[in-house]
């Protein structure tokens, strides 16, 4: 049973467009939901987080909503870059409980 | 934030041995875990290591397979037992910080011939 769901295994943006990677959830009872970046052959990198009190959290290139009655939350990054090609995964949480990662999205950002 | 190393970066090994992976931080923490990603899934935590006490695994991990040390608050070890080719994985170390922000280690690639 997944709880979180990334159901875009990939995605590909031209450079300068918004990306939008998309992630559900079952659990209801999460309460913090992050954002994680991960290069090949490297760790993943925190990126931006949002708690449940909030539908929306911005960071510069990087916005992410949640949408609590569809168990659903969203990373857009505007306007992309090359430099933005990497596996993104979202991931939840409760309290300071462990986190659950969902599967990843590759995205791709060509010139 | 916290800068955590790996050791070893990646290792071949043959059925049946035992490797050991170290993570080392730079700060103190209190909280570290332990996460395989295996081809094209997820990140999977295997356990939570807090000094002091004994591991805490999830699910489907077990201490005899997956033996983990804490002797410091920063610095940790995992043990993959016994492996078998469904273990080829990357290991990650992570920890958490006291404002809940959590980080990752570059990973161990393991694979098991």
């Known amino acids: 049973d997944q709880q979180v769901k990334q159901n875009s295994p990939s995605l590909s943006v031209q450079e300068g467009r918004i990306s939008i990677l998309n992630c559900d959830y079952t659990?209801?009872?999460?309460?913090?939901f992050l954002w994680y970046k991960k290069y090949p052959a490297e760790g993943p990198t925190f990126l931006i987080s949002i708690s449940s009190i909030k539908d929306k959290n911005e960071d510069g290139r990087f916005t992410v909503f949640l949408n609590k009655s569809a168990k659903h939350l969203s990373l857009h990054i505007v306007p992309s870059q090359p430099g933005d090609s990497a596996v993104y995964f979202c991931?939840?949480?409760?309290?300071?409980?462990?986190?659950?990662f969902g599967t990843g999205t590759r995205l791709q950002v060509f010139p | 934030s916290a800068v955590i190393s790996q050791k070893p970066s990646r290792d071949i090994c043959q059925r049946g041995t035992s490797l050991t992976i170290q993570c080392q931080v730079d700060s103190q923490v209190t909280m570290m875990f332990w996460y395989r990603q295996q081809p094209g899934q997820s990140l999977t935590l295997i356990a939570t290591a807090n000094q002091g006490s004994e591991a805490t695994y999830e699910s489907g991990f077990v201490i005899d397979k997956f033996p983990i040390s804490r002797p410091n608050l920063t610095f940790s070890t995992l043990t993959v037992s016994n492996m078998s080719p469904e273990d080829s994985s990357i290991y990650l170390c992570?920890?958490?910080?006291?404002?809940?922000?959590?980080?990752f280690g570059p990973g161990t690639r393991l694979t098991v011939t």
């Open positions: 991931a939840a949480g409760k309290d300071t409980d462990k986190l659950i």
């Open positions: 992570s920890v958490e910080d006291l404002g809940n922000e959590q980080y």
């Open positions: 659990n209801s009872m999460f309460d913090y």
